[in-house]
């Protein structure tokens, strides 16, 4: 598959799935007034949604690679800072399996950031840098998947508000 029809596909992808998880807030009120969760419920979009907009960018002019670098760069500084945000938040009774792992997501976006300022890297492993950051966007979203999932199963506890 080259790499046009892959970021093509990760953007529907993605956002198909932030409008599926609109429709999963819609059913829940408490997620709207439990500061907690409305965090984690917007982690959980957010982290469908940049890896959408990234992937779109990358569509956007493939000739100029300035142009995936910054948008790479600009929404990946956003999912490092709301990422560490959430692994601030997250409480440790109610960590699965890959929620135990969530500091794993700002390492990921570190990384795309890495290589938006430095793509010649990705030669290190004898790729593209487009390649390596195709890789770094689907454990992103492979992450997003299970953090959906563990957030979705998590008993129904009474939270504090504020």
Not at 55 to 61: D, Y
Not at 64 to 85: A, C, D, E, H, Q
Not at 103 to 125: C, Q, R
């Amino acid at each position: 598959m080259d790499l046009s029809t892959f970021y093509a596909l990760m953007s529907v992808t993605c956002f198909t799935l932030v409008g599926l998880w609109w429709t999963a807030i819609e059913k829940h009120d408490e997620w709207r007034t439990d500061r907690r969760l409305r965090r984690l419920a917007g982690g959980t979009y957010l982290s469908f949604l940049l890896p959408g907009v990234m992937s779109m960018m990358s569509q956007v002019n493939p000739e100029n690679p300035l142009m995936w670098r910054i948008s790479f760069g600009l929404t990946s500084i956003v999912g490092l800072v709301t990422s560490v945000r959430l692994v601030r938040v997250e409480s440790p009774s109610h960590r699965g399996p890959f929620r135990r792992f969530r500091w794993l997501a700002p390492v990921l976006y570190a990384l795309i950031v890495v290589l938006g300022v430095f793509p010649e890297l990705a030669g290190v492993v004898g790729a593209a840098p487009l390649q390596v950051a195709s890789v770094l966007l689907m454990l992103l979203i492979l992450l997003a998947h299970g953090f959906t999932w563990e957030f979705l199963m998590e008993p129904d506890v009474p939270h504090v508000s504020g």
